[in-house]
């Protein structure tokens, strides 16, 4: 039976956290997501959870730390700046294997930079944004509904595998009002989680979780048993949407709110009789590069609110087999679809030419 209601982005993406079993989010009020923190806020005192505004973002993202090893799931949120404050307790929760959700409603940057939308955080999501050798499951929602599914997707891929997982969205997306029926989320799996820290009741003796190894050989050791896991991730959790790549001469890439003025594109470059099509990563980490084998196209365009960063894992995925090009806005600016479809064609010019 639907449950369809019209929400914005952030208060869907809290609702969806509760109802995969979220009990305990960590905050701090930041532009553009701090609806989320105060949603969390109204909500979580009603269902006997916990609902705390830290002092910092580096405060917060340690209670998550302690929350996640105690075994319980737990969330923050924040937006760009203020991930780069958490980026250190990323670290730390990452190098202790334990579950957890970071939310990023990205604003444009460097520095304060704007509360505008943007997606200039990308390196720092997909290459880890802290210290040391690691990843995060980063999934790229494209819609409220999208913003609600892969939180519930995040808490339990999260948990099944162990590592902490984050929803890069942006200032639009947090922002803006769609219907979501969360009938459709995916159910709450939960695992079990003999490395807590709060001993299973009793059943068992207490575990010590620590990211400190003084001696190399362990440290090495440690890394690259984890790296094992990364790897199966690699191979088994490439998410993407495709359309229109069997035939497409130019295939646009495009993730986020920036997927949806491409698909707007495409559609209209199509009925010009020009040959696009759309690959849409919803995993930013891993990237989808499998699909970038499977197509053979004459030239890729990486379309994104920033200078250009998801465009070298383009380039990456391909192999560097066609030529790569990049078009966007940044400093909080969405492009347009006549934008989009003016480079198109600049590049349809160029390698679809008739010799």
């Known amino acids: 039976m639907s449950e369809t209601v019209l929400m914005k982005g952030n208060e869907a993406l809290g609702e969806a956290a509760i109802r995969s079993g979220c009990r305990h989010f960590f905050g701090y009020p930041i ?67 334990l579950p957890c959700v970071i939310v990023n409603i990205m604003r444009g940057g460097p520095g304060l930079g704007g509360i505008q939308p943007a997606q200039s ?26 913003m609600a599914c892969l ?15 984050m929803i890069l969205g942006d200032g ?22 003999p490395w807590a820290t709060n001993a299973m009741g009793g059943r068992r003796g207490p575990n010590v979780i620590k ?25 088994n959790l490439q998410r993407y949407e495709a359309r229109f790549t069997e035939d497409a001469d130019i295939i646009l890439c495009s993730y986020g709110i920036t997927s949806r003025v491409v698909e707007t594109a ?14 849409r990563p919803v995993t930013l980490w891993p990237f989808p590069e499998k699909i970038f084998k499977q197509v053979r196209p004459k030239a890729y365009l ?3 609110m920033s200078m250009g960063q998801m465009v070298e894992d383009v380039k990456l995925a391909c192999e560097c087999r066609v030529p790569v090009y990049f078009t966007g806005r940044t400093g909080g600016i969405i492009p347009s679809p006549a934008e989009v479809i003016a480079k198109v064609k600049e590049i349809h010019r160029e390698v679809c030419a008739v010799v």
């Open 151 to 165: 939180t519930a997707d995040a808490f339990n891929l999260s948990e099944k595998y162990r590592i902490p997982a």
């Open 172 to 193: 639009t997306l947090g922002q803006m009002m769609e219907p979501v029926d969360f009938s459709a989320l995916p159910k709450p799996v939960f695992a079990e989680k």
């Open 266 to 279: 495409v559609r209209e470059l199509r009925n010009e009789g020009i040959k696009a099509g759309i690959i």
């Open 31 to 97: 532009t553009p997501q701090t609806e989320l923190s105060a949603y969390m806020a109204r909500k979580m005192p009603k269902i006997g959870g916990t609902f705390l505004q830290a002092e910092s973002e580096i405060a917060a993202i340690n209670m998550v730390y302690g929350a996640a090893a105690a075994g319980v799931r737990a969330m923050t949120s924040s937006s760009s700046p203020g991930i780069s404050l958490k980026s250190e307790g990323i670290s730390y929760i990452a190098a202790a294997d």
């Open 121 to 146: 955080d990308y390196f720092q999501a997909t290459r880890g944004g802290g210290h040391g050798d690691y990843h995060l499951l980063v999934l790229a929602p494209n819609s409220v509904q999208e």
């Open 211 to 235: 990211t400190l190894y003084l001696l190399p050989e362990e440290l090495e050791a440690t890394i690259l048993e984890r790296e094992k896991k990364y790897d199966f991730l690699r191979e």
């Open 302 to 304: 990486s379309v994104e």
